[in-house]
T-cell receptor, first 114, second 117 residues
Framework: AQSVSQHNHHVILSEAASLELGCNYS??????LFWYVQYPGQHLQLLLK??????LVKGIKGFEAEFIKSKFSFNLRKPSVQWSDTAEYFC????????????FGPGTSLSVIP | DAGVIQSPRHEVTEMGQEVTLRCKPI?????LFWYRQTMMRGLELLIY????????DSGMPEDRFSAKMPNASFSTLKIQPSEPRDSAVYFC???????????????FGPGTRLTVT
């Protein structure tokens, strides 16, 4: 079955702490992987994506993620979080054909304490 | 580009009334998705279209929900009759055609916050 799991439901960090949000997926075939962010009261926005090539991808606002194919993982990292990073983070996977739907994880709520 | 446009942004209606949510995808995008987001159930895919054709509507909760895409620039999600448990934020998203070298991520609209009393 196609699915995406995220390790943590809610994470609380102090400013300047390092962040790692876990994501694992189950999907037959080659995939595209995404992290989306949803700030309070707003819509989902793309943070970064993996399509092919270098498994370490860098996104906006200092975020990065590493695709480890053998582990079916795509963990999100940031070396030093800011209060403005408080948001909901969604991992997503999509197959490589136009007819493939996107499978979203349940989301991880990040609260950064000043 | 203006991005994905949704209307209305907020809708408050009484139980039993018909509700129609509208979406205009980004020009040139050929895939359109309708999602529902609630605190209890998170983000749920309701239905998606490719080239105006519904590909997967298995997420539509029941027959009270219907969606159409009469052309490449417009889609509607209709709930008839509406019920209080339909209260949620409904997002529309679109993505580009699957082309060589593209990763066709989704672009989300601002959402419609629906409240059914």
């Amino acid at each position: 079955a196609q699915s995406v799991s995220q390790h943590n439901h809610h994470v609380i960090l102090s400013e300047a702490a390092s962040l790692e949000l876990g994501c694992n997926y189950s999907y037959g075939g080659t995939v595209n992987l995404f992290w989306y962010v949803q700030y309070p009261g707003q819509h989902l926005q793309l943070l970064l994506k993996y399509f092919s090539g270098d498994p370490l991808v860098k996104g906006i606002k200092g975020f990065e993620a590493e695709f480890i194919k053998s582990k079916f993982s795509f963990n999100l990292r940031k070396p030093s979080v800011q209060w403005s990073d408080t948001a909901e983070y969604f991992c997503a996977v999509r197959g490589k054909t136009s007819y493939d739907k996107v499978i979203f994880g349940p989301g991880t709520s990040l609260s950064v304490i000043p | 580009d203006a991005g994905v446009i949704q209307s209305p942004r907020h809708e408050v209606t009484e139980m039993g009334q018909e509700v129609t949510l509208r979406c205009k995808p980004i020009s040139g995008h050929n895939s359109l998705f309708w999602y529902r987001q609630t605190m209890m159930r998170g983000l749920e895919l309701l239905i998606y279209f490719n080239n105006n054709v519904p590909i997967d509507d298995s997420g539509m909760p029941e027959d009270r929900f219907s969606a159409k895409m009469p052309n490449a620039s417009f889609s509607t999600l209709k709930i008839q009759p509406s019920e209080p448990r339909d209260s949620a934020v409904y997002f529309c998203a679109s993505s580009q055609p699957r082309l060589a070298g593209s990763s066709y991520e989704q672009y989300f609209g601002p959402g419609t916050r629906l409240t059914v009393t």
